[in-house]
């Protein structure tokens, strides 16, 4: 009888040993990723306010950081992802040029969101439109809708991948605003490393924010306003 | 055995070894086509001409010439089944027949350019009411069903009271079927090519054409094939249905280059499409203008020129017109840059500003044409197993 007392004892002390191992990783890991409980909240919407007289022709360090945070290959084939890259802007008429950066946009009401057969392109909650990697059937359409060309798609297999930052061969991509950064509390990397602080990232709905003040005191203009998306991205000096 | 049954033997024999050699080429065209579609598996879109720019290239030409097509094939059908013209009703199941063939090439070119073809199935599950690809996933699979029991009433006697009723669904269902191939571009409204309410309407009329032309080339091999001629008033009246069917679509192709160039935001992308983009021009002018129009209107309408040679000529000039207008529309539209800043000059690593380049490689080409080859498959096996000749009555009641 003690016999069978003893073998139950240590089978229970070694299931609780075995299911300790195997799920302390787990628990470990969540917190390794930064995983958050909490839901995204609407109260706020992240945006971006570019002042494009203070971003310096030739200098594409924007560019390098996203590619680097990101895991993109810096290729600059057509069929080479590209999250965000500098246009050279020229008018004609009043004989000024000056360049600025082009991403995703981040509308409020994006087109890509409405034409994804899947839901694969969504908006969060805190207005940053993703592409969910898993529902993604790869049609491009969201490519076709995109009024700014802020969309890629992955032409070739993938290696050596950021494991906060998934992509997938076959999959369509576009900026995230950085949405691991962000849900760690930083900037996101295109902010963060601009020489000249011309990219200037916050809160549009907290009133008190930075973004928020500035919008306020300084002209400002969407790309494409016409179209009414509304994009979280402003530009000074347009 | 006289001479004669011999000869006649002989000549069944040569049939019979024709058609699994046709059968056999149109296996081996669908087998290289998968073949492509697993490079393009394997190796990713790399290996096609399409990137970033030009996101949707040769195998979107083949699929949407294929479902614009099956819609428009149905029109024979309709005219039979809906306004009871009896030449029309002896033409609907092989009219729905070439549907279902057409429709079923089409998506399956659609499906296996995806970038992930093993999630085909993921808009059923995750369907999104605001996309216009969802909605065409109802309407496509729903037309497949629909032309299924229409064949079904027609070719099982005692379904026969349910005929008209279910082609008068088919009929509603393929007019909303190729409003929502069109809306796919016309909703579109950042880009220059596309953002028109005309285009739902051209496509319809665009799909009369093309399905009638399609029709008319396999009706005259199968009348060949069986030693039959088609009635001379028979042929008379298709042949200037399809006339009518040109002009029309001509005119909406007209009418959508017309108000474009009115449009001051537009002007450009008239200019590069119509006179100074390449390739584009050409293609539209001499491949959808001239030989998907003014050849095929020649033989139709030319007096002498009424011999079942010049009308199948006809036929398969406005199937040629349609492909060289969809490379334009399609691969042309995306050319053109995208005016994300309008009134200014702009140039970018990522092809602002600038006409984008596109060459088809191989891979997408064959799987293009094996959409075709399925069609061809479910047609060839489908009139030979099945009753698909036309039977008209000794007299044209109407």
Same mark, same amino acid.
């Given at each position: 009888m003690n016999d069978i007392h003893n073998q139950r004892r240590s089978f229970l002390k070694t299931s609780l040993g075995v299911a300790a191992v195997t799920v302390a990783p787990g628990l470990l890991l969540f917190d390794v990723a930064h995983g958050k409980s909490e839901a995204v909240s609407s109260k706020v919407r992240w945006g971006m306010l570019i002042d494009t007289t203070n971003? $310096?022709? #030739?200098?594409h360090d924007c560019v390098t950081a996203c590619n680097k945070e990101n895991g993109l290959? #810096?290729?600059? $084939?057509?069929t080479d992802s590209q999250w965000i890259r500098k246009i050279e802007i020229k008018d004609v008429s009043a004989g000024r040029s000056f360049a600025l950066p082009m991403m995703?946009?981040?509308?409020?009401?994006p087109p890509c969101v409405d034409v994804c057969p899947t839901g694969a392109s969504f908006k969060r909650a805190d207005g940053i439109v993703l592409v969910d990697k898993h529902r993604?059937?790869?049609? +491009?359409y969201c490519m076709m809708a995109c009024p700014y060309k802020a969309r890629s798609f992955v032409h070739e297999p993938l290696h050596n991948q950021n494991p906060d930052v998934p992509r997938g061969k076959g999959t369509v991509e576009s900026c995230t605003l950085c949405v691991h950064r962000i849900d760690a509390g930083k900037q996101p990397a295109c902010a963060e490393a601009c020489p000249n602080k011309s990219i200037l990232f916050g809160d549009?709905?907290? +009133?008190?924010s930075e973004i928020a003040k500035k919008l306020r005191t300084v002209a400002s203009v969407q790309v494409r306003s016409d179209l009414g998306l509304n994009p979280g991205i402003h530009y000074q000096g347009i | 055995m006289s001479t004669s049954l011999n000869s006649k033997y002989a000549a069944l024999q040569f049939k019979n070894r024709l058609y699994y050699l046709l059968l056999a080429a149109g296996g081996l065209v669908l087998l290289a086509a998968l073949y492509s579609v697993h490079m393009m598996e394997s190796h990713?879109?790399?290996?096609?001409?399409?990137?970033n720019q030009i996101v949707w290239g040769v195998p979107h030409v083949f699929a949407i010439f294929l479902i614009v097509a099956a819609s428009g094939v149905l029109n024979v059908a309709s005219i039979g089944s809906? *306004?009871?013209?009896a030449i029309y009703k002896a033409r609907a199941p092989l009219a729905s027949l070439l549907s279902i063939a057409m429709l079923a090439g089409g998506l399956a070119v659609l499906m296996l350019d995806l970038?992930?073809?093993?999630?085909?199935?993921l808009p059923a599950f995750n369907?999104?009411?605001?996309s216009v690809f969802a909605w065409n996933v109802v309407l496509y699979s729903g037309l497949f069903g629909l032309v299924v029991a229409y064949l079904w009433t027609m070719m099982e006697k005692r379904m026969n009271v349910w005929t008209k009723s279910v082609g008068l669904a088919v009929f509603a269902w393929r007019f909303i079927l190729t409003t929502g191939t069109g809306l796919i571009f016309?909703?579109?409204?950042?880009r220059q090519a596309y953002g028109s309410a005309i285009l739902p309407p051209m496509f319809i009329v665009l799909s009369f054409a093309w399905g009638m032309a399609v029709f008319h080339m396999v009706q005259t091999v199968m009348y060949a094939w069986n030693d039959k001629v088609l009635d001379p008033a028979i042929m008379e009246r298709k042949k200037h249905l399809l006339g009518v069917f040109v002009l029309a679509s001509l005119y909406m192709v007209a009418v959508y280059h017309m108000t474009n160039l009115y449009f001051a935001h537009k002007t450009g992308f008239e200019h590069f499409i119509l006179k100074d983009g390449g390739v584009y021009p050409t293609l539209f002018w001499?491949?959808?203008?001239?030989?998907?129009n003014i050849v095929p209107l020649i033989l139709i309408y030319?007096?002498?020129?009424?011999?079942k040679i010049s009308a199948l000529a006809a036929s398969l000039t406005v199937v040629l017109g349609g492909f060289a207008f969809l490379y334009v529309f399609i691969i042309g539209g995306q050319a053109y840059p995208l005016?994300? *800043?309008?009134?200014f000059q702009v140039s970018s690593?990522?092809?602002?500003g600038q006409i984008a380049s596109y060459t088809p490689s191989v891979y997408e080409i064959l799987l293009g044409l094996g959409g075709l080859a399925i069609a061809f498959i479910i047609t060839t096996v489908s009139v030979r197993v099945l009753n698909f000749m036309p039977h008209d009555k000794p007299y044209i009641a109407d």
């Open positions: 971003c $310096a022709d #030739g200098c290959s #810096g290729g600059l $084939a057509p995703c946009q981040h509308c409020e009401e993604c059937i790869g049609c +491009r549009l709905n907290d +009133r008190n | 990713g879109h790399i290996i096609t001409g399409m990137n809906v *306004f009871g013209k970038g992930r073809p093993d999630r085909f199935m369907f999104n009411v605001t016309a909703f579109l409204t950042a001499w491949g959808y203008v001239v030989l998907g030319l007096p002498g020129l009424g011999s005016d994300i *800043f309008p009134g690593t990522f092809g602002d």
